[in-house]
């Protein structure tokens, strides 16, 4: 059971969860790390960094394409890490593609910035490898800028305590394409319906809307 805040790296067997070839069908691509944008595309920020053409067909396709095998993942992993059948889980899964120039997330922010809250529990889940710039890069310690790179492959899952720790992109020099998604879970223990909404798309941060439940 996770619960240091500290960056922690879980296993899970990626041939039975096979995100990368579900997301390859949504762009009809055989090799994610080799996605380009399709048209010229300025550095993303915090108000576009979900904007892309690549977001919205992944939101589009989500439910035929994803949401079954993302439930059946979280149900798999999440009583593992949390310690508890007894959770609430992100109803649809935050998309990150980090284009090589370019990054993935706007800004180096904790997710506390944008109105979440203690206890959420964070799980970032690349399906290319990550490694260096094209990686997600988290504090060692919280609050110390001390910002080192997640490098992960296929199989392997980042959790660790986004709410307070300080994380984000540096503009990826690697030449590979990151694709990645990550999402929130919070043990019923933990939560309170707190009225706020995110800060981007302006979804309630409550069971029903944000977060679901089994």
């Known amino acids: 059971m996770w619960r240091s805040g500290r960056p922690e790296v879980y296993t899970y067997d990626s041939a039975a969860f096979d995100f990368g070839?579900?997301?390859e069908s949504i762009y009809k691509s055989d090799a994610l790390d080799g996605l380009r944008p399709y048209r010229p595309m300025e550095r993303l920020t915090w108000k576009t960094d979900q904007s892309?053409?690549?977001?919205?067909?992944?939101?589009?396709?989500?439910?035929?394409?994803?949401?079954s095998l993302y439930r059946s993942f979280v149900k798999t992993l999440a009583p593992?890490?949390?310690?508890?059948?007894?959770?609430?889980?992100?109803?649809?899964p935050t998309f990150r593609i980090h284009f090589?120039?370019?990054?993935?997330?706007?800004?180096?922010?904790?997710?506390?910035?944008?109105?979440?809250?203690?206890?959420?529990?964070?799980?970032?889940?690349?399906?290319t490898r990550a490694w260096g710039t094209n990686s997600v890069w988290v504090e060692q310690e919280k609050g110390a800028n001390d910002y080192a790179p997640a490098e992960l492959d296929v199989g392997q899952v980042l959790v660790f305590d986004a709410v307070n720790w300080h994380h984000g992109n540096k503009v990826n020099e690697t030449g590979s394409t990151r694709v990645s998604f990550d999402f929130r879970c919070i043990r019923l223990s933990d939560y309170s319906a707190s009225g706020l909404r995110t800060v981007d798309a302006g979804r309630g941060l409550w069971i029903g809307e944000y977060f679901d439940v089994f």
Do not use: M, S
Not at 55 to 62: M, P, R
Not at 80 to 91: A, I, S
Not at 114 to 120: A, F, I, L, Q
């Open 21 to 23: 070839a579900a997301v």
């Open 52 to 67: 892309t053409d690549f977001h919205a067909a992944f939101y589009q396709q989500f439910d035929t394409k994803i949401r």
């Open 80 to 92: 593992e890490v949390l310690g508890t059948d007894e959770y609430c889980f992100q109803r649809v």
């Open 100 to 127: 090589p120039g370019n990054v993935a997330v706007g800004e180096f922010h904790t997710d506390g910035d944008y109105n979440h809250r203690d206890g959420e529990v964070n799980f970032w889940l690349p399906l």
